[in-house]
């Protein structure tokens, strides 16, 4: 009971609300910052764009004047509370004009070419209306600080704004464009874009607004819309769903902002290609090469191997049913009929896009209608395809991959996959102009090649992954041994040395970590310079053991101790300068 007490009190707490808000108010600041940043380069700002920033601005209003009150509330009690009155009024103005922007934003981001239709205009003028009667009673009544001396039809129209928005307002909006969503042909990244908005923003703040409404003087109700702790929840709640839906929906192309479906960087692609690249050195057929191309797919893209289908340019029809059957005819005379009929067209497209995804072909074209990408979408419809990825070898389409229509559910093909795709492209192109021809010499350099690249990569990430492993261990980096060497005998400098070295050096010569530690001390008195060298102790942990001259007193003085990130870079970079060590 004290616990639920204690945290009614903290969540219900100025301090709280006040932070809470300030951190909704910072938030949405820097999605501002980020949606103008990023439209500022384009050449002509669509509508969305613009009632996307009304709404923001809007909505960062409404946080400013909480931001005032609390301000007051907490550090400037002798700040004047009509200056706080007149901004919660003015608060009230964006309140309104957020959800008219948000209601057209809806509707704009379903329809082409998007034009204000007799419905919205007659709401525009109420929403103004309502504008108008809030500014007039924050100028009128902007000395009355007394509640029960202000304009007895103020509450009334904060109620009945608040019930306008909410209902008669923005559910027309929301039903339009969940009809949309489900009977028309919308983009696969809009409707996704769309339904993420919905479920994940819009419907709960459509909730925490009707909370506070309470038209229906309700007294429990009345208690959870006037009550600090709801409120501190609901600014919680919505600045997180802000937050996650921003980075779900930017990451989907949102408002054809990007040029494509963003996704994080694959860190193992370099290691799964690995197998890949042996499987397509072991190539000695065509078939074996869409059967490599197929494994391919189904491992890396999650699409069953069925829906996958490699085709050779330029072999007759017996070879390509007797040998390498993996397309229907049919499609491969679609595709044949396409590429001769637009030779011309379809070679600028595929040379500027290098492959083409149907979504998101789809979602550009909906946006920004043009006759390439119409025909592109024809094609790849008449086809059945999702994504259609053409194989050169020296300018000349030698082939090509046709991945079915629907073969992935629930994903998108990202930025990070498109460069996989080309990468493989590449390396298929290769490959298949190789086995053509049959020059074999070449195809054992070109694997030699590649397989020296892929070591180098493999070899960076090792490096990388060794560093982060040195960083886990900084509390163990800061113990130093010190040792003393003089006429060939050690001396142990301070109780760290001992732990490092658990062995008797003067004793075990014939020990590895002993010889090397000889090794070092002597090459110190030889050369009189300082010498530093890598090795492993007993438990397989990386020791750094460096050594400097005392010439005064002829003595050799070494420094034990792990190593640190630094330490770590340098010696893997030294390694790849020459692989053979």
Known sequence: MFFIKYLELFFGSYQFIFAATLGSFILKLCLLFVLIRRTVSLEKIERPVL????????????????????????????????????FIRIAWIFFIIQYQALALFLESLVSKNYKINKRQAFFIVTSSL?????????????NCIDRKHRFVIEPIIQNLSTFYVLFPLILPSL????????????????????????????IPLLIADFIQL??????????????????????????????????????LRFLNLKNH????????????????????????????????TQGFFKDTFCIPIARTHLYLKGMDSFAQDKQFCLIENTA????????????????????????????????????????????ILHFLRTINADIFLPIYENDKLIAYIIVERHARTGNFYSNVERDELIVFSSYLGNIINLLQNQRLETLIEQEQSL?????????????????????????????????????????????????LIPININVQQGHP????????????????????????????????????PHLEQHTVIITVSYPDISDTIKNYIDLLKDPTE
Not at 79 to 86: A, E, N, P, R
Not at 347 to 375: G, N, P
Request: glycine share 2%; net charge positive.
């Open 214 to 251: 309470c038209p229906f003087k309700i007294y429990s109700l009345e208690a959870i819309a006037h009550s600090y702790i709801v409120i501190g929840f609901t600014t919680i709640f919505l600045t997180l769903a802000i937050y996650f839906c921003a980075r779900k929906i930017f990451g």
């Open 451 to 499: 397989r020296k690249e892929l070591y180098h990569k493999h070899q960076e990430i090792s490096q990388y992954k060794e560093s982060i492993r040195s960083f886990i261990r900084k509390s163990k980096a800061q113990h130093i041994g010190i040792l003393f060497y003089k006429n060939k005998q050690f001396t142990y400098g301070n109780q760290a040395a001992k732990e």
């Open 513 to 548: 970590l002993a010889q090397i530690l000889r090794t070092v001390a002597r090459r110190v008195e030889s050369f009189k310079a300082p010498q530093s060298m890598f090795t492993k102790n007993e438990n397989n942990n990386s020791l750094v053991i460096s050594a400097v």
């Open 130 to 142: 309502f504008c108008v009667i809030f500014m007039v009673i924050a100028i009128l009544d902007f």
């Open 51 to 86: 009632f996307l920033l009304t709404i923001l601005i809007s909505n960062m209003f409404s946080d400013f004047a909480w931001i005032i009150k609390f301000i007051q509330l907490l550090f400037l009690p002798q700040l004047s509370y009509t200056i706080i009155i007149f």
């Open 261 to 292: 479906v963003q996704q994080a960087m694959n860190i193992n692609f370099i290691d799964d290609f690995k197998g890949v690249l042996e499987r397509l050195s072991n190539v000695k057929s065509l078939r074996e090469l869409g059967h490599v």
């Open 332 to 375: 491969v005379s679609l595709v044949e009929t396409f590429l001769i009929k637009h030779a011309q067209t379809i070679e600028t497209i595929f040379k500027e896009e290098k492959i083409l995804i149907y979504d998101e072909i789809d979602f550009t074209h909906f946006y920004d209608e043009c006759e390439k990408s119409k025909l």
């Open 175 to 202: 039903f339009i464009t969940l009809q949309k969503i489900r009977t028309s042909t919308l983009p696969f990244i809009l409707k996704k874009q769309l339904k993420v908005l919905i479920n994940s923003l819009i």
